[in-house]
């Protein structure tokens, strides 16, 4: 084989190895893209998921507590009307005994029929019309079953009284033999629930419904039309898994019909036979995940025409020796490796604002040294809530302490921690937790950076009247003005933290001038904690 030859086997077969080299790194960077992209569409679902459970059990509760309210005026009603006054004759006396229940501003009634269905008093009028209930599900169910003594909740109507869309809860009147002598009702004004869900503000945006394991949904809001009664069908994949015996479950299905991909999730009623389904549009579902897949591609386009333009480059210094260039590769084939890794796994937001703020030409050592400090104590929070608390909060204000305590002591300021007993907060999360620990380390940091205070104070204590825990971070420094003062980045990002707590939690910031500053942060705790 002639030198030249030599030279064009060995030109074609480097330049196989370069191209196999961009090709398994292009290969292996968009990998990694996908997995990237699967992830973060796997958690914005998660998201989604939680979002539509935390909604229907608002809902749900809501309509429970409702039933239990309704149930508990009927009973009281079924107890107190003797068989004897349940007669036209005595219409002024049961209207008088029936305006003394006070329903919520969400109920109609109570009313009474007698055996026949006849409507006999009413609690919202005194002179009833002349008016026959008798066809009515809400009579005929205690009607036609002499044994039953069951709470019937009805499917939507339009009430001729008050002219608007509601449900009829009913009892049945008996005896002390059981023998039947009447129905007490009371209705439900079905607008309450028409607010409720405009309220939650899912009108432009998916779907809401609550329904009956009888297949008739009671109200619906689809895409901003509110639906009530037999004219809306029932959301086939949630209806079916109801009547199976689930009580909560997520579903990613065709619903609606308009046959549109939805999200959501379901809960069942344990103590009625009702259930409500939440869902979003999967484009809404989609409008949260795709910018980030577009950069995702952007980054891997780049990534690769960045190794094509390397691996051009050293093919092109061919009087570097063959081992050099062998090297060259090598490195930098290493270093992108454990650049894109680093990329994968970095906080380069933080970092990025940081060099902003460098930019502005107003540097300041202090600054510069708090910032990072700010970077350095947010990783440690993030570690941390990873760590299980279960709701502990005295574990919670622990960990803030082992963060906080010495940097305070060590600044000369007098560290006065008073805690006393706290009862453990069910449904804390590691994003609420986190969200606490955060706010609490902005208090104490605006203790140290700005307060120039002598004494700095953390008390909690459970407050058994309000079934909440109190939170208290004070100083005895300067002070400001609440209402010459601009609020600061730091005061803002601490209502808004506040502001995602599960929870519940409220916060209020009280300072003056000479008087020091006082945070006090109120976490909701339910009351079966005390």
């Known amino acids: 084989m002639t030198p030249r030859k030599a030279r064009i086997l060995s030109g074609r077969l480097s330049n196989a190895s370069s191209a196999i080299i961009c090709g398994t790194f292009s290969l292996f960077v968009l990998l990694l893209c996908v997995a990237a992209g699967l992830h973060f569409k796997s958690l914005i679902q998660q998201e989604f998921y939680r979002q539509t459970e935390t909604v229907a059990q608002v809902l749900l509760a809501d309509f429970e507590d409702d039933v239990a309210a309704a149930d508990a005026i009927l009973s009281r009603v079924a107890a107190d009307i003797p068989k004897d ?142 639906g009530l009664g037999d004219e809306v069908p029932r959301v086939a994949v949630a209806y079916r898994r109801v009547l ?52 995702l591609g952007l980054c891997w386009l780049v990534l690769t025409a960045g190794i094509v333009a390397a691996t051009y480059f050293i093919r092109r210094l061919e009087t570097v020796k063959r081992q050099a260039q062998l090297e060259i590769v090598n490195s930098a084939v290493a270093e992108r490796q454990n650049i894109s890794a680093d990329m994968h796994d970095s906080i380069g937001a933080s970092l990025a604002a940081l060099l902003a703020s460098l930019s502005t030409g107003h540097i300041q050592a202090a600054d510069v040294r708090r910032k990072v400090g700010e970077v350095l104590m947010e990783l440690r929070f993030l570690v941390d809530s990873s760590e299980p608390v279960d709701g502990d909060v005295g ?36 994003r609420d937790t986190l969200a606490v620990k955060l706010v609490l380390m902005e208090a104490f940091s605006n203790v140290l950076h700005h307060s120039k205070a002598t004494v700095a104070k953390l008390a909690a204590h459970y407050n058994a009247s309000t079934s909440a825990i109190v939170i208290c971070v004070s100083d005895n420094g300067r002070g400001f003005d609440e209402t010459t003062t601009a609020a600061g980045r730091g005061l803002s990002n601490m209502r808004k933290r506040v502001a995602t707590i599960s929870t519940g939690a409220t916060i209020e910031i009280n300072s003056s001038p000479g008087r020091g500053t006082t945070i006090r942060l109120t976490l909701d705790a339910p009351r079966s904690a005390s």
């Open 85 to 226: 006054a349940v007669s036209p004759e005595h219409e002024q006396q049961l209207h008088r005994l029936l305006s003394g229940y006070t329903p919520q501003p969400s109920m109609i009634g109570p009313a009474i029929l007698d055996r026949n269905g006849t409507l006999i008093a009413s609690a919202t009028t005194d002179a009833v019309p002349a008016m026959s209930l008798k066809d009515r599900n809400a009579f005929r169910i205690h009607a036609d079953s002499p044994n039953e003594d069951i709470l019937y909740i009805g499917t939507p109507m339009r009430s001729a009284m008050v002219d608007e869309w509601i449900i009829q809860f009913s009892r049945p009147l008996r005896d002390e033999t059981g023998a039947f002598y009447g129905v007490v009702i009371l209705s439900y004004r079905l607008s309450h629930f028409v607010r409720l869900y405009e309220k939650l503000k899912l009108s432009d945006r998916g779907f809401a419904a609550l329904a009956g394991k009888d297949g008739v949904v009671r109200v619906r809001t689809f895409n901003g039309t509110i």
């Open 395 to 430: 574990l919670l204000l622990g960990n803030v302490r082992h963060r906080m305590g010495s940097g305070i002591e060590l600044a000369g300021i007098a560290f006065d921690w008073q805690i006393g007993d706290l009862p453990p907060i069910e449904g804390l999360t590691p």
């Open 244 to 295: 199976a015996g689930e009580n909560v479950g997520t579903f990613y299905a065709r619903t609606g019909p308009d046959d549109v991909l939805r999200i959501g999730t379901f809960v069942a009623s344990q103590m009625t036979p009702f259930y409500v389904t939440v869902a979003y549009d999967n484009d809404y579902l989609r409008a949260r995940y795709i910018g980030f897949l577009y950069a």
